[in-house]
């Protein structure tokens, strides 16, 4: 059965995990076109200025018309992200973003390349057993040689992923269950007959442990020093 940790982010088995992405990995994510329906709809629903949703204006304006909200082009690089990366990894959630940039309009119909760098990988102090990996997100527009023409987004944030989890050798846990445990163990009578000095007069018998007279005086269970009239130097039993 697989378990959570070694499920991807879109519920099914991962077969990428945080030791996989080191930095210096380059992913690349597709190339998604921008359908005119779809970048309006979502405009008017969640982004509603002039220059998203209003032809007439927007084509007066010195954008020339309709250019695609930028939420609504991070929206596409976030579906990508998913479809050719997370859908593969032990992805867990994301502690949040460091920048995020539009740095030319998007227009119906352009296709743009996506892709994802690896910067930097760490395993998470707050979170054991995930590792924290930094990540650099690029959106370019393509020619209609599909050669780059344009960085339009770019964004840096950070992700948690499953560290791979260890597979235990059967051999080894039978080992562990076959181990005795104390209940297993034989009972060992400790009377006094069978103490080595237990026919020895008393004074003949090695010294035990003092033991205190006062309870104050005998050190902490914790092993903190005993304090004795107001001094904090550790009680010395030598």
Do not use: C, K
Request: hydrophobic share 35%; glycine share 8%; net charge negative.
């Amino acid at each position: 059965m697989t378990t959570p940790d070694a499920r991807s982010g879109t519920g099914r088995p991962a077969e990428l995990f945080f030791e996989d992405l080191v930095p210096g990995l380059t992913v690349d994510l597709g190339v998604v076109t921008v359908d005119a329906n779809e970048m309006v709809a979502f405009a008017r629903r969640f982004d509603p200025q002039w220059y998203h949703v209003d032809p007439d204006l927007a084509a007066e304006s010195r954008h020339g018309g309709l250019i695609a909200s930028g939420f609504y082009t991070v929206s596409l690089f976030m579906r990508a992200y998913v479809d050719h990366l997370l859908s593969r990894a032990a992805a867990d959630a994301s502690p949040g973003l460091e920048e995020l940039r539009w740095l030319a309009p998007v227009r119906a119909g352009d296709r743009l390349a996506v892709r994802v760098d690896v910067m930097g990988a760490r395993p998470s102090t707050a979170r054991p057993g995930l590792g924290t990996v930094s990540l650099t997100g690029t959106m370019l527009r393509l020619g209609p040689d599909d050669r780059p023409e344009q960085e339009v987004l770019r964004t840096r944030f950070r992700g948690w992923f499953a560290v791979r989890p260890v597979e235990v050798d059967p051999a080894d846990a039978g080992a562990v269950e076959a181990a005795p445990t104390d209940a297993d163990r034989p009972e060992t009578d400790h009377s006094e007959t069978d103490r080595p000095d237990a026919d020895q007069p008393s004074a003949d018998r090695p010294a035990s442990e003092p033991i205190a007279a006062d309870p104050a005086a005998a050190g902490s269970s914790d092993g903190d020093p005993t304090e004795i009239s107001g001094s904090t130097e550790p009680q010395r039993h030598d």
